[in-house]
Structures are given as C-alpha cells and as structure tokens.
C-alpha cells in the first residue's frame, strides 16, 4: 500500500489582499462590535469588584457569592476513602478516591454514565434523582461486589447554583447549562436524592454538596498551595475563592470568627444582569431572548462554551440575509436556521486552520453545513471566529482580575478547568493578555497571576471537601453542618479504607 502523501507544510499569513472591498467593510463593522479594549476591561472589571462586594450583603444583587461552608484550605495531609459524584453537564461521573498519606496524593477510580437528555428537560423531578441512584448502586455493586460497606462519604459536585445554610444541603436556585428540569428549583435537593438512596438500599452518605468551583479551588489548592481562586471556563463560566467571615454582612447573624476562612461560590455567571456595564452585540441580546432564562446569566451568555457557537451561527444568517455581502448566495442555508446547530468546537477548527487559502475552513463549511464558501468568505469566517473566541478569553479575565482586586491579591495562581479553557485555541494566552492590561502589570514584569490547568476539582475536589467536613466534624467546627450524627458514622467508614 502507498504511503499517503505528506501534509502540506502550513504558510498561514493572514492575508487581505484578495479579499472583495464589501467582505472587508463587513470585517471592520464585526470589529467594532466585538472587539474589547483595556480602557472597557478596566471598567468592566471596577464595577465587577462592586458586584462581588454586593452578593456578600444581606440584600445581595445580580451575583449571588453563595457560602459555601468549606471553612478553610486542605493540608494535603488529608487521608481515607471517599466518593465523588459529578452532575454538571453531558456525563454523570462517580469516581472512588483515596487518599494515602502522602501529602498532595491521590488515587482514583471512576465510571461515567450518560446523562439521558429527557431527564434533563422532564417533567418528573423524582426520575432524575432514581437515574443517580440507579449509577451510584450500579458502580458501588461492580466495584465492592460481596462486601459489607458502611455508608460511604460521599461528596457530591452539583454545578449548578444553590443556596446552602449546610455543607450537606442545599436549595437549587435555577438551571442553568441546558437542564430545566421541573418542580426542583426553590426546593432542596438533598431529600430527595437521600430518599432515592435509601429506596435501593444504597450504603452511601451525603457528606458534602459542592459546586465544580469550589472544588477546582480546593482540589488545585491540594497540590499547590499557591492556588488562590478556582475558575470555570467552559459550557458555563464561574469561580470561588476564600473570603474572610468578617467581610460578609449576610452571615453576620452567625457570630463567626470574623477570620475565619470560607469559600465563595462566586456564580458570577449572572454578572451584570442589570445590563449596566457589558458590551452586548445585537447578537447577545437575540441569544437571551431566546435563552430558556431571559435575563439571566448575562455575562455566561456572552463568554460560555455552549454560546459562542450560537453566536457564530447568528451572525451568519444575519449576514446572509441583511449584509450586501450576500454570503452563500443562493445556497439553501436551511442548517444554520437551526439554533445550537454549531457548537463551540466549530470555531476552534477554523481557528486551528493554518493554511493559506483556509482549505480547511472551506472544508468544514462544506461537511458540516453543505455549504460552498469562497476564499474571501473563510476570511471573514475566519475573523468572526478570532473576534467571538477573543471577546471570550478577554472578558473572562475580568472575573479572576476582579477577585484579586477585591482580595488584595498581588499575586496567585488560578486553577482552571473547562473545555474552553482546556481546548480553544489561544485561550489561556489572550487571557492573560488581558488580565496584563488589566492589572496593569509593566513591560516585561512576569505573569503575577497565573491561571493554569486545574486538578480534578468535581472529582477529587468534592472527596476532599468531604474529608475536611467530616474533620470539622471530629474537631467540634459544626457552623454550617446539618446532620452531624451521620457524618460522625461516615468518618469511621471513610477511614477505614472501604
């Protein structure tokens, strides 16, 4: 058989020069819209510091910053096994971690399971609960198959926002990232969950209810202590970080130590929900509108994984049908009347294209749409996806940026985990571009905030959060702990190494 040909080596340039004067007029009027200066991102990021400082009063605002009562860092001399539970997006995950002596070690074990799509927008609250129960009995049956368990401590990553006056309760303040389930939201969702448990006599104990967040903040902060904040950057957007008792008015009834450390689950998806300060498009308005919660999670809505596509394909049809470029001409553009047809990863290929004349770029439109584009049409696609994916990564700074300002943090490292962060095309690099302007760090003065990969935080996070829990449990710390009895019976299990 033949070898295949080589690959072409890249020459990507960037070049203009053939490009129709109307498809550049067209390029300059989407540069105007999405391109975001520092003089923006400064003001952006001023009135972010004063939106973190609302959610903490008793009044609150746009940004909820829920306690999340994970009083403190780990040691990472922390030790036993526990379970894990992951519910953010796609995928249910249960891992079993292990914590040995080592400092900053783990060992993990994990299955994952399908998230049914019809459970995701039900009707019928218990089906969801029973589908996690059904999992959590079926990895439990396969890997402690014949063994007579305690109940397992279970810390559970549920990465949606929630109201929490426990650790180990919490009450869901909305959906968000596509689920919309009915008759949860308002109510708490450890009952339930507990109740589907028990029914299939499932020997686990709901020790710690967390976000993704938090658990990226304590997870990456296992393994290196310098982590400060905990972001998520991908089919949503948030992060948590320590603040001090003292500088929350809405816990002030508590009576807690005033330096005592708490996590914050910022939730800041919901930043400027007023609409005061955010540079939207006519593109992110249409996007709310037709968004199961308009008005909500504007800032998610403009920088998110599970946008950017949408705002592509938005664009698009808007220049197809209202631009005198014409784009497509005739051409049935029926798929991209779809909304949510494009995703996020259709922007990262053409950015990924390195080739001259965007061969790869004309590819992708034609296997994925049956659309025929020119060589001048891949340059605009090419450049709508730089400015979507730019806008992003630039505006996504503003909320570390806004922490650290906040906290008097001169300099940290940030955990990030999520697919934008993880997978999108210069997305760390612009980032920090943006949080240099920023912060206003000088030429050639080093990164002061480095936000880097994330540890497992929704996996070995959540284990570590029912680890410190039930230590706080032994050592008489009970703010914020409901059932104090069954964590004191989890501990012997966790210990034990079951």
């Not at 816990?251 to 914050?264: C, E, G, K, V």
């Not at 049809?317 to 051409?331: A, I």
């Amino acid at each position: 058989m033949a070898a295949p040909a080589p690959r072409r080596k890249p020459t990507r340039k960037g070049s203009m020069a053939d490009v129709p004067q109307n498809v550049k007029e067209q390029i300059i009027e989407l540069e105007k819209q999405f391109i975001v200066p520092s003089e923006k991102l400064k003001e952006i990021t001023t009135h972010f510091v004063g939106e973190l400082k609302q959610g903490l009063t008793v009044e609150g605002g746009d940004i909820p910053m829920n306690p999340t009562w994970c009083m403190g860092y780990p040691t990472g001399y922390e030790t036993g096994t526990f379970l894990a539970l992951d519910m953010g997006g796609t995928n249910l995950r249960v891992c079993e971690i292990n914590l040995p002596k080592e400092k900053g070690e783990f060992d993990i074990t994990q299955s994952k399971y399908r998230m049914p799509e019809e459970i995701k927008s039900g009707n019928d609250p218990d089906e969801l609960w029973e589908y996690i129960a059904d999992c959590l009995q079926q990895f439990i049956e396969y890997h402690h198959e014949g063994e007579n368990l305690g109940k397992l401590p279970l810390g559970f990553t549920f990465s949606f926002p929630a109201t929490q006056e426990y650790i180990d309760h919490g009450i869901l303040q909305r959906w968000t990232k596509g689920f919309d389930i009915d008759g949860i939201e308002g109510k708490d969702v450890v009952p339930p969950f507990e109740k589907a448990l028990a029914d299939r006599g499932v020997p686990i104990k709901l020790t710690a209810l967390i976000n993704d967040t938090t658990g990226t903040l304590i997870a990456s902060n296992y393994t290196d202590d310098q982590t400060k904040i905990g972001c998520i950057f991908g089919t949503g957007c948030n992060a948590a970080y320590m603040e001090h008792c003292g500088e929350i008015p809405k816990l002030a009834h508590m009576n807690l130590p005033p330096d005592m450390p708490i996590a914050i689950n910022c939730e800041y998806g919901a930043f400027d929900s007023s609409m005061k300060v955010l540079p939207r498009t006519k593109y992110d308005v249409i996007v709310d509108k037709e968004s199961p919660r308009p008005g909500q999670q504007i800032f998610e809505k403009m920088i998110a994984g599970l946008y950017l596509g949408e705002l592509f394909r938005l664009v698009c049809v808007d220049l197809h049908e209202n631009t005198n470029c014409k784009l497509f001409g005739d051409q049935d553009i029926g798929k991209l009347h779809h909304p949510y047809s494009l995703d996020s990863s259709f922007l990262s290929e053409i950015e990924e294209d390195v080739y001259e004349n965007l061969d790869e770029t004309v590819e992708i439109f034609h296997k994925e749409l049956n659309l025929k584009i020119s060589r001048a049409d891949a340059e605009l696609f090419r450049r709508l996806a730089e400015l979507i994916g730019t806008r992003a990564a630039r505006l996504s700074a503003c909320g570390p940026a806004a922490i650290c300002t906040k906290k008097n943090i001169d300099s940290c490292h940030v955990g990030a985990d999520g697919s934008l962060f993880a997978k999108y095309p210069h997305f760390k690099a612009r980032g920090a571009v943006a949080l240099r302007e920023i912060l206003g760090w000088k030429e050639g003065e080093k990164d002061k905030v480095d936000i880097r990969p994330a540890e497992d935080g929704s996996g070995v996070g959540a284990a570590l959060i029912a680890a410190l829990t039930i230590q706080r449990v032994k050592d008489g710390s009970l703010a914020g702990i409901r059932d104090k009895e069954g964590l004191m019976e989890a501990a012997k299990v966790a210990k034990s190494g079951s």
